[in-house]
C-alpha cells in the first residue's frame, strides 16, 4: 500500500508537470503573438519634400506630403502639410500645420505676415512662435535633411 | 486564498464536482490505446487557442484577407509558427478522431447504453470536417479560392438541394467578400458552439457512463472492479502522449510552415487547383459514375457511409465485446476501412508527379524569385498578368531561352519584356529552371513586398489600365515604384501618349503636370535635352544669336543646335513670330542688297543654317536659282553654270570685266593665242559664255553687229548700210571694211553677190 500511494504520487507530480510545461509551451508563443506587436512602435521615415531650392526667404511655403504608413495589414496613404519656412540665414525650417491650442490647421495669411490660426484666432510669425491669442507653445518644428538637392522631413507624432 | 476556493465550494459545489471528474474510478483494461479521445480534445483546445490568437488579426474581407495573413505570416513574432500550429493541429485532429473511432469500433465500446456517445463523437468527426472545409477558404490565396469554387460546384451537383445550399454558402452567385464572411463566422462562431455543446454532452456522457471495459459482456460490466483512477493513473498516460503529440505538431510547424499561395486571383485561370490527398478516395469515387451521376459518388455515398456510421451502435445489437465473437461487424468494418484506403492508394497514384529540381534549377527558381520573373509571369497562375504563362507552352530549348533572356525583341519586336544581361552562371541556372518548368510546376514562395501592393493591382485589368491610374495621380506611382520600374517595360514600348509627334508636344504636358513626367522619369531626365535651351524669355531673346553662335558647332547627344529646334519646330514656326517683326539682323536698310551688311555678308559669316533655322534651305534657291552661298566645289564648277545661264550669276554678280579679273588675272585657259581668230567656231552658246566676263555687249563691242548673225541675216543684212547712211558702191565698201571683212575674207560676199 505505501509503495501503491508513493507511485500514485509520483504520477500525479508527472502530469502536474507535464501539464504545467504543455500550458506554457503553447501559451507563450501566442501571448508574444498578441503582446508585443501592441507595443512596437513605427519608425517614421523620410518624407521627400521636394527641392531644396525651390523656396526662398521670405513666404514660408505649404507642401502637401503624401506617403505610406502601415497600419497593421493595411497600407494606408497618409496625406499631411507642412510649411516650409527658409530663414534669413538661408537655413530650412519645417513646421507642423497643426495648430497647439486646439489642433486646428493653421495657414499663412500674406496681409499679417504670420501664421493665422481660424479656430480662436491664434497668430505664429513666420518661424512658428506665439504672436498672439490662446496657442500655449510655438508650432512644432519636424527634424529635416537636405540629401542630394532634395529636402526630406520625418513626421513625428506631436 | 483558501478561503476564497472554500467560498467558492459553499455557494457553487463546482470543486467537489471537479475532483470528482477527475478522481473517477476506470476499469482495469484501460490503458494507452484509451488516449486517444483525449488527445483529440487537446488538439481541439490547440486549435482553439492558436484560432483565437490568429482572429485577433485575421480580417475576413477579400481586399484584406490575404494581407492579413501575410501580416501574420512576415510581420508578427511567433506568427508564422502560430498559424502554423494551427494548420497542423487541423491536419492531424482528423487522423485523430479516426483512430479514436476505429478504437471505439474494434473494442465494441459504442454498445448500449453508450449509443449517443457514438453518435455525438460522428457528429463531432462531421463539425471538425466542417471546420476544415471553411477554415480552407479563409487565407484567401489562389488554393483557396479555388478549392472553394470546386466545392461549392461539388456540392451544386446534389440534385434537388444541392443548388440551394451552395447558393446559401455562397451568399450570391460568386464566390466573393460574402462567401468569405459567411465562411469566417461559420468556421470561428457557428462550428465552435456546436463542437463545444457536442464536446460537452460527449465528455460528460463518458463520464456519466464510464469507459468501457474491453472485452467484457454488455450485461456483466456491473461485475467489474474498478482499480484505477483517471487521476492520476490514467491522465499520466494522456499526458505523456500529449506531450509527444505537440512535440510532433511543434517539430511540424517548425519545419513545415503552413503554405500560403499567391493571393486568390479569380482572374487567374491558369490555376490548377489538387485536391488534398486525405479526400482522394472520393475523387477516385466521382471516376466511377458518369458526369450526369457524379453526385452518387461525391455526395451520395459520402452519406451513405455517415448514415451507416451514425445508425452503427442501432443495428448491430450483438452483445460481445470480444473481437473473435463479432467477426461480421469486424470485417464488414475493415472492409469499409480498406476500400477507402484502397481508393485513396490509387488516387494517389494518378497525382502528378511533384516537381524534381537539379540544384541548378534549385538555384535558378531563385534567380527566378530575385529577379522578380513572377510580376510578369506565373507558373501554372500565381504570377502577373503580363507575359505567358511559363507552364503552358510545352517542353523549351535551353538556347532558345537563353537568346530570348538575352535580347526578347529579336524573339518579338512587339515585347516589352527587359532584356536580362546575367552572369554566365546566374543565366545558365535560370536558364535549366525555365527549361524544367512543365504543366505541374508550381509557383515559388514570393516573399511578401514592402509595401503591400494595393487591392487596386490585384483588380480585373489593371495591368491594362493602369495608365488611367497613372494619369489620375502620377504621384501616388513613385510613392512605392522607382522611375525606372516604368522604363522596365517602357524602354521597349513607349506609352501611347508618347507617339511620333510627341516631342513637339510634351512641353505644354510637362508645364501643366510635372508630376506625370517623374512619374516614370528621373528629375534630372529634362536636363540632358533642355540643360542648355531652357525656352524662357531670356532663351527667347537671345535665340537667334545662340542659333547663329553654335548653330552647327555645339552638339548634345549627337544632335546639333537646329536638329534639336526641328524636333519640335518646323521653319514654318519661327515665321509664327518673324513673319511681321523680322530678326534684328534682317533691319539693316537694304538688307537683300548691301554687300557690306546685307544678307549675304551675314549668310557667309554665320552658315547657311543660321538662315536655315526660319527659311527652308531652298529659300536662296528660290531667288538665287542655286544653292547659297556657293557649294563646295564651286570654284571649279561656276564656269559651266555660268555658261548655261549666266544671267543667274548676274542677279548678285556686277559683271564688269574687272569682276571677273579679281580672279582671273589672267585669261582663261580656253584663250589660247590663236582664240581671236578662232573664237567663232569655239563658241557654242551664241556668246552667252563670252558675256559672263566681257559683258552683255560682249559681240558688239567688237563686231558692232548682233554675233552669231540672227536669223534672216540673208536678207536683213543689206539694210545694214542703209542704217548708217553708207550708200551706193562705197556704202558696200565701207561696210565691208569695217564690218563683214572682221571675220569675212571679201570674196566672201561674191559667193552670192556677182561683182
Known amino acids: 500500500m505505501e509503495q501503491r500511494l508513493t507511485r500514485r504520487e509520483w504520477l500525479a507530480t508527472l502530469v502536474k508537470a507535464l501539464a504545467t510545461l504543455l500550458a506554457i509551451v503553447y501559451s507563450i508563443p501566442t501571448l508574444v503573438m498578441l503582446v508585443v506587436p501592441a507595443f512596437r512602435r513605427q519608425k517614421n521615415p523620410w518624407i521627400k519634400v521636394g527641392s531644396a531650392n525651390e523656396f526662398s526667404v521670405g513666404e514660408p511655403k505649404a507642401v502637401t506630403l503624401s506617403y505610406q504608413r502601415r497600419d497593421g495589414w493595411v497600407i494606408r496613404t497618409v496625406r499631411s502639410t507642412v510649411y516650409v519656412v527658409v530663414k534669413p540665414d538661408g537655413s530650412l525650417k519645417v513646421l507642423s500645420n497643426i495648430c497647439t491650442h486646439a489642433s486646428c490647421a493653421v495657414r499663412w495669411e500674406r496681409s499679417r505676415n504670420a501664421f493665422f490660426c481660424p479656430c480662436h484666432a491664434g497668430y505664429f510669425d513666420a518661424e512658428g512662435k506665439v504672436i498672439q491669442g490662446p496657442p500655449p507653445r510655438p508650432l512644432p518644428e519636424y527634424p529635416h535633411k537636405v540629401e542630394g538637392g532634395l529636402l526630406y522631413v ?4 506631436v | 486564498m483558501r478561503k476564497l476556493l472554500d467560498w467558492f465550494e459553499r455557494e457553487t459545489g463546482l470543486i467537489s464536482a471537479w475532483g470528482r471528474f477527475w478522481t473517477q474510478p476506470l476499469p482495469p483494461g484501460v490503458g494507452w490505446g484509451h488516449i486517444f479521445g483525449a488527445l483529440t480534445l487537446l488538439t481541439l483546445v490547440v486549435l482553439f487557442l492558436t484560432g483565437g490568437a490568429l482572429m485577433f488579426y485575421y480580417s475576413p474581407t477579400p481586399d484584406q484577407a490575404y494581407a492579413s495573413v501575410q501580416y501574420i505570416e512576415h510581420y508578427l513574432p511567433a506568427g508564422r509558427f502560430i498559424r502554423a500550429l494551427h494548420y497542423w493541429a487541423a491536419r492531424l485532429i482528423v487522423p485523430l478522431i479516426i483512430i479514436h473511432i476505429l478504437r471505439v469500433f474494434f473494442w465494441g465500446a459504442y454498445k448500449r447504453p453508450r449509443q449517443m456517445i457514438w453518435v455525438t463523437g460522428v457528429l463531432l468527426l462531421l463539425t471538425v470536417i466542417g471546420y476544415g472545409l471553411t477554415g480552407y477558404a479563409l487565407p484567401w490565396d489562389q488554393k483557396a479560392y479555388w478549392g472553394t469554387v470546386v466545392r461549392l460546384k461539388i456540392a451544386e451537383g446534389v440534385p434537388l438541394v444541392g ?3 451552395a447558393t446559401f454558402l455562397r451568399g450570391g452567385d460568386t464566390v466573393g ?59 499520466a498516460r494522456i499526458a505523456v502522449g500529449a506531450v509527444i503529440l505537440s512535440a510532433l505538431m511543434i517539430w511540424l510547424s517548425l519545419v513545415s510552415p503552413a503554405p500560403l499561395e499567391p493571393r486568390a486571383n479569380p482572374m487567374d485561370t491558369a490555376y490548377k487547383p489538387h485536391p488534398d490527398f486525405y479526400v482522394l478516395w472520393m475523387h477516385e469515387l466521382v471516376d466511377f459514375f458518369p458526369p450526369n451521376l457524379e453526385f452518387v459518388g461525391s455526395f451520395v455515398l459520402p452519406a451513405l457511409l455517415v448514415v451507416l456510421l451514425l445508425i452503427v451502435p442501432f443495428i448491430e445489437r450483438n452483445p460481445e465485446r470480444q473481437p473473435r465473437k463479432r467477426l461480421l461487424a469486424l470485417s464488414t468494418g475493415t472492409l469499409v476501412l480498406l476500400i477507402i484506403v484502397g481508393l485513396n492508394v490509387k488516387g494517389m497514384e494518378a497525382l502528378p508527379e511533384p516537381e524534381r529540381l537539379s540544384p541548378l534549377a534549385r538555384r535558378g527558381q531563385q534567380v527566378f524569385v530575385e529577379l522578380k520573373c513572377y510580376s510578369c509571369h506565373g507558373i501554372n497562375g500565381g504570377g502577373g498578368p503580363v507575359g505567358p504563362d511559363l507552364g503552358l507552352g510545352g517542353k523549351r530549348d535551353p538556347e532558345v531561352v ?8 529579336a524573339h518579338n519586336p512587339h515585347t516589352i519584356m527587359p532584356a536580362y544581361h546575367l552572369s554566365p552562371d546566374k543565366e545558365a541556372a535560370l536558364v535549366a529552371y525555365i527549361v524544367n518548368i512543365g504543366p505541374n510546376s508550381k509557383m515559388p514562395p514570393i516573399p511578401p513586398t514592402e509595401p503591400e501592393k494595393p487591392a487596386s493591382h490585384f483588380e480585373e485589368n489593371w495591368f491594362v489600365n493602369h495608365k488611367f491610374e497613372v494619369r489620375k495621380d502620377p504621384g501616388s506611382c513613385s510613392d512605392c515604384h522607382k522611375p525606372f520600374f516604368c522604363q522596365a517595360c517602357h524602354q521597349n514600348r513607349r506609352p501611347s501618349s508618347h507617339d511620333a509627334q510627341w516631342l513637339k508636344f510634351h512641353f505644354g ?3 501643366e503636370r510635372p508630376e506625370m513626367c517623374a512619374a516614370c522619369h528621373s528629375p534630372d531626365y529634362c536636363e540632358s535635352c533642355h540643360k542648355v535651351m531652357r525656352h524662357d524669355t531670356r532663351w527667347i531673346q537671345q535665340h537667334g544669336s545662340r542659333l547663329a553662335q553654335f548653330g552647327e558647332k555645339l552638339k548634345w547627344a549627337g544632335q546639333t543646335m537646329h536638329q534639336m529646334c526641328y524636333q519640335c519646330h518646323t521653319p514654318q514656326s519661327c515665321q509664327g513670330c518673324h513673319s511681321g517683326a523680322l530678326p534684328a539682323s534682317h533691319k539693316v536698310a537694304n538688307f537683300l542688297r548691301d554687300p557690306q551688311v546685307g544678307h549675304g555678308k551675314l549668310a557667309l559669316k554665320q552658315g547657311a543654317a543660321s538662315c536655315n533655322s526660319c527659311h527652308q534651305p531652298q529659300f536662296c534657291q528660290s531667288c538665287h536659282g542655286l544653292p547659297m552661298p556657293h557649294p563646295e566645289g564651286w570654284d571649279s564648277n561656276h564656269p559651266q553654270v555660268g555658261h548655261k545661264n549666266p544671267a543667274l550669276c548676274q542677279r548678285c554678280h556686277n559683271f564688269q570685266e574687272e569682276t571677273c579679273q579679281t580672279c582671273h588675272q589672267a585669261p582663261p585657259s580656253s584663250h589660247t593665242e590663236d582664240f581671236r581668230k578662232e573664237h567663232p567656231r569655239r563658241i557654242t552658246d551664241s556668246g552667252a559664255s563670252c558675256q559672263v566676263c566681257h559683258g552683255r555687249n560682249a559681240c558688239l563691242n567688237c563686231h558692232k553687229t548682233p554675233m552669231p548673225h540672227p536669223k534672216n541675216w540673208g536678207e536683213t543684212h543689206g539694210k545694214l548700210g542703209q542704217q548708217r547712211g553708207w550708200k551706193g558702191y562705197d556704202g558696200v565698201k565701207k561696210l565691208q571694211k569695217a564690218q563683214c571683212a572682221t571675220c569675212h575674207d571679201i570674196k566672201y560676199c561674191n559667193q552670192c553677190h556677182q561683182p
Do not use: C, D, I
Not at chain 2, 402 to 408: E, S
Open chain 2, 402 to 409: 537563353r537568346n530570348l533572356l538575352r535580347n526578347p525583341s
Open chain 2, 509 to 511: 504636358n510637362a508645364a
Open chain 2, 163 to 165: 443548388e440551394a445550399v
Open chain 2, 177 to 235: 467578400a460574402v462567401t468569405l464572411m459567411r465562411f469566417f463566422v461559420l468556421h470561428v462562431f457557428v462550428l465552435s458552439v456546436l463542437v463545444f455543446l457536442l464536446v460537452a454532452w460527449h465528455v460528460l456522457q463518458v463520464r456519466r457512463m464510464g469507459v468501457t471495459p474491453p472485452g467484457v459482456r454488455v450485461n456483466e460490466e456491473a461485475s467489474v472492479e474498478k482499480t484505477q483512477r483517471l487521476y492520476p493513473e490514467h491522465t
Open chain 1, 154 to 157: 520625418r513626421l513625428e507624432s
